[in-house]
């Protein structure tokens, strides 16, 4: 957890000790940034490529996602301070409430990220158009919410 001081107008609270809500990290992920000051806003389709490594036990899990052009990440925000409601994003002063923005900070630390599935190596995920610190912890994959099913094979005779 960071102890960067609050900017102008913002507002942090006392917090009691999280209690443990069972998460279990599947993984890590690889990225080239190691400073937050560093680390894109957003992630972008043409930025590097980033690698979601799992633990061996679930590369099994993995069957099908090739079959998706793009997917969600989830990721823990492990470096994130916890205890702002309120955020002033651009210095300037101006402030909104916490769960107005896609922050890193926030009571419960999830970054999401929709990325292009570039490969599957294994037990190692590459893609492209992450926006978190390398070591980050991997929470978990899925296919993007907008294509609710695999890419469909190209029926015969008709051109794709």
Not at 26 to 50: F, N, Y
Not at 139 to 153: G, N, Q, T, V, Y
Request: charged share 30%.
């Amino acid at each position: 957890m960071t102890t960067d001081a609050p900017r102008r107008n913002e507002i942090t609270v006392e917090l009691p000790a999280p209690e443990d809500a069972q998460l279990r990290f599947i993984g890590v992920i690889h990225t080239p940034w190691s400073d937050r000051k560093d680390c894109p806003r957003q992630g972008r389709a043409d930025g590097p490529e980033c690698r979601l490594v799992l633990d061996p036990t679930w590369v099994p899990a993995l069957a099908g996602l090739e079959d998706y052009a793009q997917i969600e990440v989830l990721y823990w925000l492990d470096r994130s301070r916890r205890d702002l409601l309120t955020q002033s994003p651009r210095s300037d002063g101006a402030t909104v409430g916490t769960f107005a923005l896609r922050s890193p900070v926030r009571p419960n630390p999830i970054g999401t990220s929709r990325v292009d599935l570039v490969r599957i190596d294994g037990a190692e995920v590459v893609v492209r158009g992450l926006d978190c610190l390398d070591g980050t912890p991997l929470l978990d994959i899925k296919p993007d919410r907008c294509a609710f099913s695999p890419k469909a094979p190209a029926k015969p005779g008709v051109a794709s």
